[in-house]
């Protein structure tokens, strides 16, 4: 097939859809409120109860906050599933749902953060709704258009961004997935022996 003939925004989308429906989704199944505020070390950054937290910074408007610091730590804070799970509703799809493709406005510190992985999954697929109808009603057309100032490089391609994002989602989620297996690899069988 000559590149010219192939249909951009599709492929785009499949990058993503592939790797939601045939890697991801069903990792995420049966996500536990346990798993999704597990911390594996001390001081790991997460979503917690309003008030509670200890980090420098506590963002977010609802009953749960989501820890953070301004500059961010070198060496970086290890993360919670609820922590990553946040980071990628809000600062990978839901901002740009809102700056790109009409969606309301969104931010670390106004969104309410979910206070159980029921909960988080439910915003995560509603994000990720938006994103891809949004990327499907740019056609080919739309993937060329630089994305101005609502992004840090301007003259880039919305095409650009897509792949950017995909690649978050891909990478963050998958993080995700490797938190669950280390949860249940280093959690006590049920006859009390580990696993």
């Avoid at 492929?11 to 069903?26: D, G, P, S, V």
């Avoid at 995420?28 to 001081?43: I, Q, R």
């Avoid at 500059?71 to 799809?93: N, Q, S």
Wanted: charged share 20%; proline share 7%.
């Amino acid at each position: 097939m000559d590149a010219d003939e192939l249909d951009w925004n599709r492929t785009l989308r499949e990058q993503w859809e592939f790797h939601w429906k045939h890697q991801l989704r069903a990792r995420l199944d049966g996500l536990t409120d346990d798993e999704y505020f597990w911390s594996p070390v001390p001081d790991a950054w997460s979503v917690r109860p309003r008030g509670s937290s200890t980090a420098p910074v506590q963002v977010g408007a609802g009953d749960f906050t989501m820890d953070y610091a301004f500059p961010e730590p070198v060496p970086a804070a290890f993360t919670t599933i609820a922590w990553r799970l946040g980071h990628v509703i809000v600062g990978v799809l839901a901002a740009r749902n809102a700056a790109h493709f009409g969606a309301p406005a969104a931010s670390y510190e106004t969104w309410e953060y979910a206070g159980g992985a029921a909960a988080a999954l439910d915003q995560l697929e509603a994000q990720l709704d938006v994103w891809l109808d949004g990327v499907r009603g740019l056609g080919e057309a739309g993937l060329r258009v630089p994305l101005g100032a609502k992004e840090p490089f301007p003259e880039a391609p919305m095409a650009d961004l897509v792949l950017h994002i995909h690649r978050e989602l891909i990478h963050h989620l998958s993080e995700v997935c490797l938190l669950r297996d280390l949860y249940l690899h280093t959690r006590p069988a049920t006859n009390g022996a580990a696993r």
